[in-house]
Structures are given as C-alpha cells and as structure tokens.
C-alpha cells in the first residue's frame, strides 16, 4: 500500500517527489559548490514546506532572482535544479565577455523542451532536443546512459513497459518540461502513484493525464481495425471539436458510422475535455508499447446502464451523455 | 480547532434530508489540486459570513461520526444533450509570492508594469466549462443555499471572475449520491460508477492530511 512505502511516518507521502528528486541527484549536489546556512524564515520560499520536513532539515541556500530581487531562502531540493554541473552535465556555453571567456555549465533548471522521468527506485532519466543530447553525452549522465532523445511521454511509456517504473503505487516523478522557471517546477512538484492520474510537472505547474483511460481507448481502437487512425487529427476532429464547445452533429454523425461499436469507443474516452484534446498525440505514442502497457490497466469496467441507452445514440446522435 | 467541538458540529440527523444541489456555472472553472466539497465551500462562506477565519462554524450538514466527515459530495460537472463539458485556457497571472519590485534593492532598476523579465507572467490554466454544477449532501438544503451565497466564485482565479457560480435549485436525492467524496473506508464508494483512487486529504475543513480513497478528480453527470 501507498502508505507503507513511505520511508518515515511523519512525512507527507505528497512530498515523495521531492524526495526522489533529491535522492536522485544526490551526485549533483556533491560536485557542485555552494553554502548553506540556517533558515531565518518559517519555510522554504519555494515549495513553502516548513525547514523541519525538507529532505535536508534546517539547511537552507540564499537565492536571489536577477540582481535586484530580494533574497530568499529555498531548500537543497529546490535549489538543486539552480545548480550549474560540469560533472554531471557538461559545458553549456563559453560566456564571452571582451577577452573574458568563462565558462557556463548545464543546469537542470535550463533544459529547455526536455523531459525527465526519476524511478521509484530514484533513478533519474532525462530526454533531451538533439543538440541538447550532444552537448551533455560526454557528462557522467550521459556515460551512464540516462539522457535520451526521445520525447518525455514517450520515454515514460518505454520505462513503463520494461518495468522499471514497478511498482507503481510507490511513487515516480514524470517532468514534462523542466523549462527554465525553476519556481514554477518545483512549487507543486507531484509524484504519480496510479496510471489513472499521471501528474505532468512542468515550468508551468502540473496538469494530470489519465493515462490508463488512454491504453483503454488505444486497446478499443486495436479491437475495432482502426489502430492504423489513433494519431490522425481528422480521425478525432468530431471528438476534439466538441471538447472544445464546437459541436457539429453532421460531422458526429458521420464518424458514427466509420466506427464498428461507437458507444465502447466513447465509454473508454478520458472525461476531461482537456485530455481528449490531447487524445491525436498520446494515442501516437500509445499505440507501439500497448501490449506492454495493458498489464497495467484493469479490464474496461461492463458498461453501465445509462450506456446500454447507447444504440439509440448512434441513431439520433445526443451528445450531452458522451461529452 | 480540537476534536473536542466535533460533537456540535452539523445538524441532527433527524432534520437533515438527503438532497441534490444544481448550480449555475457561468464561466470556465480552474480546478485547484484539491476539487472542492460542499462542506469545504460552506465553511469558506461561513467564515466569510462571520467575518472570522479562525474560529469552525457550525455546518448544516450531518457530521458522519462514524467516519468522522461530512456528508457531502465533491463537485460533479452537470452537462445537458445541448452543454457538454468544455476546454477552455485561462490566462492569469499565477500565485506570486512576493512583488520583486518591493523587495528591490536597486531603486533605479527600470521600473515595468508587467514585472520586469524575471517575474511571473501570465500562466495558462485549464479551465472547464459546463451549464451546471452539482452537489449531493445530506442536512439542511436551505439553509445552504442561504449560505453559498457568500461564494460567487469557485477554484483558482475566484478573484478574476473564474468560475462564477449561482446557486439555483435542490431535490431530493434517494441514492446516497452524497458518497462522492473522500473517505477513510473504500467500501464507501462501493456501487458508484468510478474507482476510488488511494490519496493523501485531510476530511475535514479543520484536519490533517491522512490515508483516504478519494474519486477521480473530473466526476460528470447528465442532466436530463
């Protein structure tokens, strides 16, 4: 059980995110120079947990945004993404000032469009653009072979079907996008514990994906002959349509047709409008890891009654019981 | 806020009636982490009322002594055959902590009316748009739409005009719809039409967080 895996009682099982990313990056921490002192303020100016339940109690870092910003006290977990690496990462850039070159090494917190996945077991795996992969190979990371170039969900659903993420109800972190507001990261950073939420840390806060929802639309596709349309916009434009409040019943009532059993289809649908958007591009990167992804998942719940009503929907489309 | 006062919270279980609240929502609602209950919204709109945050109010709800919460669900979309549920992107400037332009040292930085380049700028949001909201409780239906009418605005952005809400009509509820909320006990949820999700929530407005099982975070239902 979720409660069990926690490794002391009196920490909140919703800080195991930053636990794993401080576990994780312990290497990073050591080779880098920096000092901490004792707090004067109640709580970490950045994810606002009081000093006493941190992973690193009462030690704190002085931050400063930009030259005229007042200074800050963050915790060793949240500065950790502020930390310039030459050993981990590698250089980024010479800083060129008149004859001055300095050096500018990678940080996590300016990985720009690159993803990271940290185990249960505090793994770390970083997905990166391509000249970002090369700029960092030569790094410890990249010698042990934890940078990639794929994209973040689709790294997630590579380690998920090796079963490196096992067991599940433990806790991993999935980060979509370190970006460069490190603030924004860190302030919410949420551990997954059950596919049905996957919570994706971004620069800009965290936002769920209902990822078993998805394996059970990807298997329903497989089932009816239509897997060849998962990732096709013009499969789904009925459906994301009226995710986004343009309805068009011709066009519903049409797509109808194409497909061989609608109301399965539509039952097995994510409810949130905002990941049936999303349905083109995660269905793409489903699609080639389903048969491993699909242990994960419960078998589809036996529709319900309102949905026995749905052969009538395919003759006379209502749409208010679907979206 | 100790355990002692539990025992006067809610109201007797003799004048409370099983009951469906319907709500009008009228912009895009941002969900928070946490989806709000009835029971959480009426403690907001009590304080409010008594204009004092530190003290509990008592609710008119009944307090299930049993699991030591209330009686009241966690917010459902309601969408009709014409209003489903829709996606929509907020933009607002999100939670700031400090005002960088207070705290500057330097009194001749160029000052800026967005913030200058390091602080927060406005942030998407998911926003999400329906006809109604509902509720299901069991305690006073009156007397809680008497209360919410301290709370035009619901979730993140209550303060910029998301999530507008009006409280418009109640009926009977004869299912125990009021189960959709958080619980100690999985077997609460036996018989609803979702999987309970094990999560960390404190149940009361006044609690800390503890073991539950919880309904997913996006629950909708059809209106006839």
Same mark, same amino acid.
């Given at each position: 059980?979720k409660?069990t895996?926690?490794?002391?009682?009196?920490v909140?099982?919703?800080?195991?995110?930053?636990?794993l990313l401080?576990?994780?990056?312990?290497?990073?921490?050591?080779?880098?120079?920096f000092?901490?002192?004792?707090p004067?303020?109640?709580?970490?100016?950045?994810?606002?947990?009081?000093?006493?339940?941190v992973?690193?109690?009462?030690?704190?870092?002085?931050y400063?945004?930009?030259?005229?910003?007042?200074?800050?006290?963050?915790?060793?977990?949240?500065?950790?993404?502020?930390? !310039?690496?030459?050993q981990?990462?590698?250089?980024?850039?010479?800083?060129?000032?008149?004859?001055?070159?300095?050096?500018?090494?990678?940080?996590?917190?300016?990985?720009?469009?690159?993803?990271?996945?940290?185990?249960?077991?505090?793994?770390?795996?970083?997905?990166?653009?391509?000249?970002?992969f090369?700029?960092?190979r030569q790094?410890?990371w990249?010698?042990?072979g934890?940078?990639?170039?794929?994209?973040?969900?689709?790294?997630?659903?590579?380690?998920?079907a090796?079963?490196?993420?096992? =067991?599940?109800?433990?806790?991993?972190v999935?980060?979509?996008?370190?970006?460069?507001?490190?603030d924004?990261?860190?302030?919410?950073?949420?551990?997954?514990?059950s596919?049905?939420?996957?919570?994706?840390?971004?620069?800009?806060?965290?936002?769920?994906?209902?990822?078993?929802?998805?394996?059970?639309?990807a298997?329903?596709?497989?089932?009816?002959?239509l897997?060849?349309?998962?990732?096709?916009?013009?499969?789904?434009?009925?459906?994301?349509?009226?995710?986004?409040?343009?309805?068009?019943?011709?066009?519903?009532?049409?797509w109808?047709?194409?497909?061989?059993?609608?109301?399965?289809?539509?039952? !097995?649908?994510?409810?949130?409008?905002?990941?049936?958007?999303?349905?083109?591009?995660?269905?793409?990167?489903?699609?080639?890891?389903?048969? !491993?992804?699909?242990?994960y998942?419960?078998?589809?719940?036996?529709?319900q009654?309102p949905?026995v009503?749905?052969?009538?929907?395919s003759?006379? =489309?209502?749409?208010?019981?679907l979206? | 806020?100790?355990?002692?006062?539990?025992?006067?919270?809610?109201?007797?279980?003799?004048?409370?009636?099983p009951f469906?609240?319907?709500?009008?929502?009228?912009?895009?609602?941002?969900?928070?982490?946490?989806?709000?209950?009835?029971?959480?919204?009426?403690?907001?709109?009590?304080?409010?009322?008594?204009l004092?945050?530190?003290?509990?109010?008592?609710?008119?709800?009944?307090?299930?002594?049993?699991?030591?919460?209330?009686?009241?669900s966690q917010?459902i979309f309601?969408?009709?055959?014409?209003?489903?549920?829709?996606?929509?992107?907020?933009?607002?400037?999100?939670?700031?902590?400090?005002?960088?332009?207070?705290?500057?040292?330097n009194?001749?930085?160029?000052?800026?009316?967005?913030?200058?380049d390091?602080?927060?700028?406005?942030?998407?949001?998911?926003?999400?748009?329906?006809?109604?909201?509902?509720?299901?409780?069991?305690?006073?239906?009156?007397?809680?739409?008497d209360?919410?009418?301290?709370?035009p605005?619901?979730?993140?952005?209550?303060?910029?005009?998301?999530?507008?809400?009006?409280?418009?009509?109640?009926?009977?509820?004869?299912?125990?719809?009021w189960?959709?909320?958080?619980?100690?006990?999985?077997?609460?949820?036996?018989?609803?039409?979702?999987?309970?999700l094990?999560?960390?929530?404190?149940?009361t407005?006044w609690?800390?967080?503890?073991?539950?099982?919880?309904?997913?975070?996006?629950?909708?239902?059809?209106?006839a």
């Amino acid at each position: 059980m979720k409660e069990t895996g926690a490794p002391q009682s009196e920490v909140n099982p919703r800080y195991r995110g930053y636990q794993l990313l401080y576990r994780a990056t312990r290497n990073l921490r050591q080779s880098a120079f920096f000092t901490t002192l004792t707090p004067k303020t109640p709580s970490c100016a950045c994810c606002e947990r009081p000093w006493a339940e941190v992973e690193a109690p009462f030690e704190a870092v002085e931050y400063r945004y930009g030259k005229n910003g007042g200074t800050e006290y963050v915790c060793l977990t949240c500065y950790t993404p502020r930390i !310039a690496s030459e050993q981990m990462l590698g250089l980024e850039r010479m800083n060129v000032t008149g004859n001055t070159r300095t050096p500018v090494y990678g940080k996590l917190g300016m990985l720009v469009g690159s993803g990271g996945i940290i185990t249960p077991a505090a793994e770390l795996h970083l997905t990166l653009p391509p000249k970002l992969f090369e700029k960092y190979r030569q790094g410890q990371w990249g010698q042990e072979g934890r940078l990639s170039t794929e994209k973040p969900l689709a790294r997630l659903l590579a380690l998920l079907a090796q079963g490196e993420l096992d =067991p599940v109800s433990e806790g991993f972190v999935y980060i979509e996008n370190w970006g460069r507001k490190v603030d924004g990261l860190m302030r919410h950073l949420t551990p997954t514990t059950s596919l049905r939420e996957l919570w994706c840390n971004s620069e800009s806060g965290v936002s769920v994906l209902d990822l078993h929802a998805m394996v059970l639309t990807a298997q329903q596709l497989k089932t009816q002959g239509l897997a060849a349309q998962a990732d096709r916009i013009m499969f789904w434009k009925p459906i994301l349509d009226a995710a986004e409040g343009k309805r068009d019943d011709k066009a519903f009532g049409q797509w109808l047709e194409k497909v061989p059993d609608p109301a399965a289809l539509l039952h !097995a649908l994510p409810t949130d409008p905002h990941e049936r958007l999303k349905l083109p591009a995660v269905l793409g990167t489903v699609m080639p890891h389903l048969d !491993a992804l699909l242990p994960y998942c419960e078998p589809p719940a036996p529709l319900q009654i309102p949905m026995v009503e749905a052969p009538p929907v395919s003759r006379d =489309p209502q749409q208010g019981s679907l979206f | 806020m100790g355990e002692a006062s539990t025992s006067n919270r809610g109201i007797a279980p003799a004048q409370a009636q099983p009951f469906k609240l319907l709500l009008q929502l009228h912009t895009p609602l941002v969900l928070p982490r946490i989806v709000p209950r009835l029971d959480t919204l009426l403690q907001e709109a009590a304080c409010r009322r008594a204009l004092d945050w530190l003290s509990p109010h008592p609710l008119p709800l009944v307090f299930d002594d049993a699991q030591r919460a209330y009686r009241a669900s966690q917010l459902i979309f309601g969408v009709t055959p014409q209003f489903g549920l829709e996606a929509h992107t907020v933009g607002f400037m999100s939670y700031l902590y400090r005002l960088p332009l207070l705290a500057a040292r330097n009194v001749r930085a160029p000052l800026r009316i967005d913030g200058g380049d390091w602080a927060p700028k406005l942030t998407q949001h998911k926003g999400r748009l329906c006809p109604y909201l509902i509720f299901y409780a069991e305690g006073d239906p009156e007397a809680c739409m008497d209360l919410l009418s301290e709370i035009p605005h619901i979730g993140l952005g209550y303060s910029r005009g998301q999530g507008a809400v009006t409280a418009m009509t109640f009926e009977r509820d004869t299912q125990a719809c009021w189960r959709q909320r958080s619980w100690r006990d999985q077997e609460m949820h036996v018989g609803l039409p979702y999987t309970p999700l094990a999560d960390h929530l404190r149940l009361t407005p006044w609690g800390s967080d503890e073991p539950v099982y919880r309904p997913p975070r996006i629950l909708r239902e059809v209106l006839a």
